[in-house]
């Protein structure tokens, strides 16, 4: 590592500065695709690999567009990620069974949320500016907004009822938390 580091420096121009936000940046993609390498295996020996897969795309394209709770550490992201997966894809489908019309509802209102409260950026990166702000509200909106017609489409589908389940307690899951992030946010508790 340090030969590349050099190399870097000497044949590039890098600077510490550099050095570091490389660092960085192999850090989070090791970090993140450790994690979804975990979180697919753990899935796919329970059974629940296409579910898991339909919510964490889902999950992902929310998390880049509209943030939420950032952990410092990996154990507390891994658990708290999981914990959201847990709930969204085995407990919550087969414990309440939500009919599509409080999914059309209750989607909307969380559409509306995330478009007025988001997005919530990790402390630890610069606040985005305004255009950024407004890119990433209209995303999080269009990826909500198609799961309601995706919903809309696809709710006669007895083989597709799962996936409708766990995306509606994706986005649900992702909005609490969201909420939960703008008030400790408000209130001082992450910085």
């Not at 695709?33 to 020996?45: A, D, E, I, Y």
């Not at 610069?126 to 799961?147: A, E």
């Amino acid at each position: 590592m340090s030969e590349l580091i050099q190399e870097l420096q000497r044949e590039y121009g890098y600077s510490d500065y550099d050095i570091a936000k490389v660092k960085y940046v192999l850090a989070s993609l090791f970090s993140e695709f450790s994690k979804l390498l975990l979180f697919g295996t753990l899935f796919g020996v329970l059974g629940y690999f296409y579910p898991f897969l339909f919510s964490i795309i889902l999950l992902l394209f929310l998390r880049i567009n509209i943030g939420g709770l950032h952990c410092k550490h990996y154990l507390s992201c891994f658990a708290l990620s999981f914990f959201i997966l847990y709930l969204s894809i085995i407990f919550f489908p087969y414990i309440v069974n939500i009919s599509f019309i409080f999914i059309f509802a209750i989607s909307t209102v969380c559409m509306i949320i995330n478009y007025y409260i988001g997005p919530i950026a990790s402390p630890f990166r610069p606040s985005p500016n305004s255009v950024l702000l407004k890119s990433c509200r209209n995303l999080g909106f269009i990826i909500i907004f198609t799961y309601i017609l995706f919903v809309s489409i696809f709710q006669n589908i007895e083989a597709l009822e799962l996936y409708i389940q766990v995306g509606f307690w994706t986005i649900l899951l992702h909005t609490i938390q969201l909420i939960i992030a703008k008030i400790t946010r408000k209130r001082g508790l992450l910085k």
